[in-house]
């Protein structure tokens, strides 16, 4: 298995763009989670998903952030518009369950966004 | 407030050493704290689970203690390698009624040769 999968490794765009990150989760895996990495605030969940459907969103900074899951293996993160201070390292994730039924997540390799 | 703390000054150790990472949190009653490492570049990844009612967890070269007194877990390397260099980051599921990870800021080790 390839892990999970993101695109693009490295996005850098202007203020104000739209700016859609994409996410193929690990086959088999029920849970999807995206996560944002900044120096000072460290690795914060956004939203996650089970089984395609979004189950709490409320890490979601504004509602110029918005994910999608349309289906089993694809899921996007997209901000419009897009702000400087929304530059930070965005990871997927996936795991088969969750909580106390199952403890391990699959991280990806992250998109690192800058935003001029 | 909750919080979960990992001491953001980086650890550099000595080869064949044991490296000793803290992670305290204040706030909380978690049902397991977690251990992952982070390489430059790499997402993080899984190392060891605890649960609340276990005091201590190995493998291999790593162990882990948690005590929910102190609020408190500690993250062992014993005979540390240069290739242990990474960031390690400890998170918690923060009750027995939430699915949500909290994660901690992490802790950078260098081991040096």
């Known amino acids: 298995d390839a892990g999970v999968i993101q695109s693009p490794r490295h996005e850098v765009t202007e203020m104000g763009q739209e700016v859609t990150l994409r996410c193929k989760p690990i086959?088999?895996?029920?849970?999807l989670f995206w996560y944002r990495q900044t120096m000072m605030r460290g690795l914060e969940l956004l939203i996650y998903?089970?089984?395609?459907?979004?189950?709490?969103d409320s890490g979601m900074p504004e509602d110029r952030f918005s994910a999608k899951m349309p289906n089993a293996s694809f899921s996007t993160l997209k901000i419009q518009p897009s702000e400087p201070r929304d530059s930070a390292v965005y990871f997927c994730?996936?795991?088969?369950?969750?909580?106390?039924?199952?403890?391990?997540?699959?991280f990806g390799p992250g998109t690192r966004l800058t935003v001029l | 407030s909750q919080k979960i703390e990992q001491n953001s000054e980086a650890l550099n150790i000595q080869e064949g050493k044991t490296a000793t990472l803290t992670c305290n949190y204040t706030?909380?009653?978690?049902?397991?704290l977690q251990w992952y490492r982070q390489d430059p570049g790499r997402g993080p990844v899984f190392l060891l689970l605890?649960?609340?009612?276990?005091k201590e967890k190995r493998k291999e070269r790593l162990k882990v203690t948690f005590d929910t007194t102190l609020k408190q877990s500690l993250f062992h390397i014993t005979a540390s390698q240069p290739a242990d260099s990474a960031t390690y980051l400890c998170?918690?599921?923060?009750?027995?009624?939430?699915?949500?990870?909290?994660f901690g800021t992490g802790t950078r080790l260098q081991v040096f040769p």
């Open positions: 994730a996936s795991s088969p369950g969750l909580g106390l039924s199952y403890n391990e997540q699959f």
């Open positions: 086959s088999g895996h029920d849970y």
């Open positions: 998903f089970n089984n395609n459907v979004p189950i709490d």
């Open positions: 706030n909380y009653s978690p049902a397991y």
């Open positions: 605890i649960r609340e009612n276990e």
């Open positions: 998170a918690l599921l923060p009750s027995y009624n939430t699915d949500k990870l909290i």
